[in-house]
């Protein structure tokens, strides 16, 4: 019997270690949410383990979870928690104190990684002492009505022990309800901070002095399948480390220019809108993206050209690097040539005739055609900081990946999809090819290791995108395989070697299987 009550007991002592453990979030969450967004007790703790994951397990998040990487980090984080929420709970049973210590420690971790995150300020650490304390003072309240003194003090009758435990399970059920009505409002107070959306939606984009060329006619195959040239904003692949998307309002936002310079420089968004604006279409890449990877797409940019600005603060001759850096602490090093050399690398402010999305780096980002994204596109950007390769690094080069980063001649097969069963007779074999500011000249495509027949090449916008390419093809029954290559406008052909991602981008053919039926 007494037996019995004990593993009961054990139970009701998890389940108010995580009843207070919600509560606790819950409070924190939401105080965060209403005062201090940035020092979220759960967005600081993700921030943190993304910036100190291994690049391996970077990659395998992005691998099994894609685009869910992130709500699959904040799930994994509240298993944990909850976890030890539950020991703290048995734990505070069996001894007074002991579960709130464990509590404590980990209210004492969350508020030292939230003011050691990039923009922290003096009260950073406030919504994880919250959290803590109410999580403490809600489970040192749940467990003494558990604790066997109390039950022993109660008369040794079944009807006080049942009134007693049917009041351990309302102010459990409370607590657990009152945390995960916070956590649910501190969401929509989070959502509140659209406002930011609502101040993006209300922009009107300045009228580019130099305005891109339509897209050519031909630029078009209209194959179903076969990605659009042009990337509509809401498909457009994300990719960064920010577990809470940055909330820059443009009146708040600047960009400083320092560093190897002659003088100084800050633009703010009212100078950079009042700045000669030029749009151009650039194909940007993650160098995540594995062969055959959908994380590449193409925009039509508006902005302002970085060289221009660094004309006018005075580059020294012997820096070789830009350090760009974004308000949430990501930083990329893009090799100075990259930004002077009269390509269109521009502060960006639109995208596809909208001002940049949120996710994308509203207000001003970064884009470089011929570099990956994480040495150059840098979204939310504040600072650009002349320097040289050889004394600075930036986010991912501290992570193992190359200091400089560009891209390597691809293609890819949209049409038909790996895997898929197709049926026999004439069909078409379609996909994409991208060597940015280098141009591709053609694609060729082998069947079942024959003969490389040459595609027929799309008209491409420019050699800072990518370019549809697509071939006939008389299916016969069976499986097969289908390869392609692209070649490029110095005349290079597409590397077969392997490579992963790592460090500086993926190589090889793009292969797939069909079965014709
Ligand atoms: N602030 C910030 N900018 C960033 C990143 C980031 O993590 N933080 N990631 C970079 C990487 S790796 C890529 S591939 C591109 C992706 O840009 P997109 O999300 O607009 O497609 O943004 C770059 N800019
Ligand atoms: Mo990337």
Redesign the pocket.
């Known amino acids: 019997m007494t037996q019995g009550i004990a593993r009961r007991d054990g139970y009701r002592a998890a389940a108010a270690g995580l009843a207070a453990a919600a509560f606790g979030a819950g409070l924190g969450e939401l105080s965060a949410a209403l005062f201090l967004p940035a020092a979220s007790p759960f967005a600081v703790v993700g921030g943190a383990l993304i910036d100190l994951a291994p690049s391996w397990a970077k990659d395998l998040a992005i691998a099994l979870f894609d685009t869910f990487d992130k709500a699959a980090l904040l799930i994994g984080i509240a298993v944990v928690l909850a976890v030890i929420a539950a020991t703290a709970g048995v734990l505070e049973r069996r001894r007074a104190g002991a579960g709130a210590v464990i509590v404590g420690a980990i209210g004492v971790v969350g508020a030292a990684i939230a003011m050691t995150r990039t923009g922290a300020g003096a009260f950073s650490w406030a919504p994880s002492a919250v959290a803590a304390a109410a999580a403490i003072v809600a489970l040192r309240m749940l467990i003494r009505r558990l604790r066997p003194e109390s039950r022993l003090a109660a008369p040794a009758n079944g009807t006080a022990d049942e009134i007693d435990r049917r009041r351990f399970l309302i102010w459990t059920g409370a607590a657990a309800v009152v945390g995960v009505v916070a956590l649910v409002a501190a969401n929509v107070a989070h959502g509140a901070s659209r406002s930011i959306e609502a101040v993006r939606k209300a922009l009107r984009l300045p009228v580019a002095q130099s305005p891109a060329a339509p897209i050519p006619a031909g630029a078009e195959l209209d194959v179903p399948g076969l990605a659009p040239v042009v990337t509509p904003n809401h498909d ?7 577990l809470v998307v ?1 909330q820059v309002h443009p009146a708040d936002w600047s960009l400083r220019i320092h560093g190897m310079v002659d003088r100084e420089l800050v633009i703010t968004w009212d100078e950079l809108l009042a700045l000669p604006m030029q749009e151009t279409d650039v194909t ?5 993206n594995d062969v055959g990877g959908s ?1 590449i ?1 193409n925009a039509r940019w508006l902005g302002h050209p970085i060289r221009e600005l660094l004309a006018r603060a005075g580059v020294a001759d012997d820096a070789d690097m830009v350090l760009s850096t ?3 602490g ?1 930083t ?1 090093s893009t090799p100075l040539e990259a930004l002077t050399d009269g390509r269109d690398a521009l502060l960006a402010i639109g995208m596809n005739g909208e001002p940049l999305p949120v ?3 509203f207000p001003v ?2 884009v470089v055609p011929g570099l ?3 040495v ?6 504040t600072q650009l900081e002349v320097t040289r390769f050889d004394r600075a690094d930036a ?2 080069t501290t992570r193992g990946w190359s200091a400089r980063g560009p891209i390597k001649l691809q293609s890819r097969i949209d049409v038909p999809r790996e895997g898929r069963r197709i049926d026999r007779g004439d069909t078409v074999i379609a996909g994409m090819a991208w060597q940015q500011h280098v141009g591709v000249d053609g694609v060729e495509v082998r069947i079942d290791g024959g003969p490389w027949r040459p595609a027929t090449l799309a008209t491409a916008i420019s050699d800072d995108t990518w370019v549809q390419w697509s071939v006939p093809w008389t299916a016969e029954i069976g499986s097969h395989e289908i390869e392609c290559r692209a070649v490029s406008s110095k005349g290079e052909t597409q590397t077969q070697d392997r490579a992963a991602p790592a460090p500086d981008g993926a190589q090889g053919w793009h292969r797939i299987s069909v079965s014709v039926a």
């Open positions: 457009f692949y994300r990719i960064d480390t920010a940055p940007l890449a993650c160098v995540s994380l797409g974004s308000v949430d990501f990329a996710v994308h780096g980002r970064m990956y994204g994480y150059s596109a840098t979204k939310w950007v986010y991912w």
